[in-house]
């Protein structure tokens, strides 16, 4: 199969400039203008925008969590990316306590196997480091393609590892060419500060964001940055939310240090007024809270400055009924909020249609970076010759509003109720083939390939 698209407006993370693109097979084969291929299909992309798929690099799909599981799986999870200009997730294996890595990758495998319509890759979370563990780290990187470990410095008794684990951790993966990325919110503070006010009847979702106060999260990622600092190993803080831990970031880089951030679209666009009201607040109960407007013009302020590299969803949905688990006590709201379809639109419409970042630095948020940082690169997160034709076409202009009734994942509420956006993704291609056009999805689970991913450079 080939086509050819026309005249779009082409973005990549460097540049962006009119041109016509032509793809056959999987890759993408010539790029410029006129092109004068005969191709199988055509497609006009006359005023539109053409980028790279987008490149979610955190994901949570069909994961246990606080005694339930995620309600978006690897069908109904990669479907709704793809609608949102999605192409690509890495989604998390959690390590169980006490067992080996090799263990949850067989679970991963099985959860993912024939499931997926994008593609995909792992981070692996270490939970319980040991010597076995150490021994398992290096075969996930030269043998499996997963090169990114992920740790929590929260959810005690569950999934975090202490400092002197992480210590050793950073070690191993440092010298075998890997990267450690961070849960960074110090866990005793908060589980001191949940029981406080569980003893004190205070069991609204509202006392959720009240247990996770700024500093817990500055501490962390400052704790975690000197802790790169001291092993030498690369570092990423993910669902980076606030002022603080950004200028914990921001004040390593006068030793030259590098250490890389995401944040997530909700914590860009939305807050934490939306914690005063009743029940209906669970919708927002995800860890980090939601914060101030002070910390989103801090986050925007990072973007543009090069400090925060990536925007990702940190999807993690929970149907309604689920977040009933928690209704006479917030901490037992199961953590997490539905995003995965909505990230590129509303960045678009948030961003590059309110002139808050260019372009190609929206290029490089959704998907460039990603590629670059977790060894992708050049194959994913750039239109380039001999990359993959992971392809989207957004009409900039074009206006709708999001909700639960239209949305394709598999939740029951929008935390995003009636946000009109403008920026809407028309056609995606995954790898040479079209994926969603007219607002069907065209493609079948299956399609979706892992992805090997090299070490960090
Ligand atoms: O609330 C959240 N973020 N749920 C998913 C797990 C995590 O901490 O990323
Ligand atoms: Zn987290
Ligand atoms: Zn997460």
Request: charged residues 25%; aromatic residues 8%.
């Amino acid at each position: 199969m080939s086509i050819l698209i026309k005249n779009g407006h082409v973005a990549n993370a460097s540049e962006d400039y009119t041109a016509d693109v032509y793809i056959e097979g999987e890759k993408i084969i010539a790029i410029g203008a006129n092109l004068n291929y005969k191709a199988d299909k055509t497609i006009d992309a006359t005023g539109k925008v053409v980028i790279p798929g987008g490149i979610d690099p955190h994901v949570h799909l069909d994961m246990p969590f606080m005694g339930t599981f995620s309600s978006d799986d690897y069908t109904t999870g990669t479907r709704a990316a793809l609608f949102g200009g999605t192409t690509m997730v890495i989604d998390f294996i959690l390590q169980t306590q006490g067992d080996s890595l090799y263990n949850a990758l067989r679970t991963w495998q099985k959860k993912s196997a024939g499931k997926a319509l994008g593609d995909y890759s792992y981070h692996m979370a270490v939970t319980d480091f040991n010597d076995n563990t150490a021994k398992e780290v290096v075969d996930m990187i030269e043998k499996e393609g997963i090169t990114s470990f992920k740790t929590f410095m929260a959810y005690k008794g569950a999934l975090m590892i202490d400092d002197g684990q992480m210590v050793q951790l950073m070690k191993v993966v440092k010298d075998n060419g890997g990267m450690v990325t961070v849960h960074a919110t110090n866990g005793d503070m908060i589980d001191s500060m949940i029981a406080k006010n569980r003893s004190l009847g205070n069991r609204a979702p509202l006392y959720h964001y009240l247990s996770q106060p700024e500093v817990t999260e500055a501490e962390a990622s400052a704790r975690f940055t000197d802790m790169l600092n001291y092993t030498g190993c690369k570092g990423y803080i993910v669902h980076l939310t606030c002022e603080g831990a950004l200028n914990a970031v921001r004040e390593a880089t006068k030793r030259n240090q590098t250490v890389n951030v995401e944040t997530c679209i909700q914590y860009l666009v939305l807050d934490a007024s939306l914690y005063q009201q009743d029940f209906d607040g669970a919708k927002w109960v995800m860890s980090p809270p939601l914060r101030e407007k002070k910390d989103q013009e801090a986050l925007w302020a990072g973007i543009n400055q090069g400090l925060v590299k990536v925007v990702a969803t940190d999807h993690c949905p929970f149907t309604w009924e689920q977040k009933q688990m928690g209704k006479d006590d917030f901490s037992k709201i199961p953590n997490g909020h539905p995003a995965i379809e909505h990230r590129m639109e509303l960045l678009f419409s948030e961003g590059v249609n309110k002139n808050r970042i260019t372009l190609p630095k929206f290029v490089e948020l959704t998907s460039t970076n990603a590629a670059k940082l977790f060894g992708m690169y050049p194959r994913k997160g750039n239109i380039g010759i001999g990359a993959d034709a992971d392809i989207v076409i957004i009409n900039p202009k074009k206006t709708h509003v999001i909700s639960a009734k239209t949305h394709n994942m598999n939740t029951d509420y929008s935390g995003y109720e009636g946000f009109e956006v403008t920026g809407k993704t028309e056609t995606v291609l995954m790898r040479g083939k079209v994926a969603i056009e007219n607002d069907k999805c065209l493609i079948e689970p299956g399609y979706g390939q892992f992805v090997r991913r090299s070490k960090v450079s």
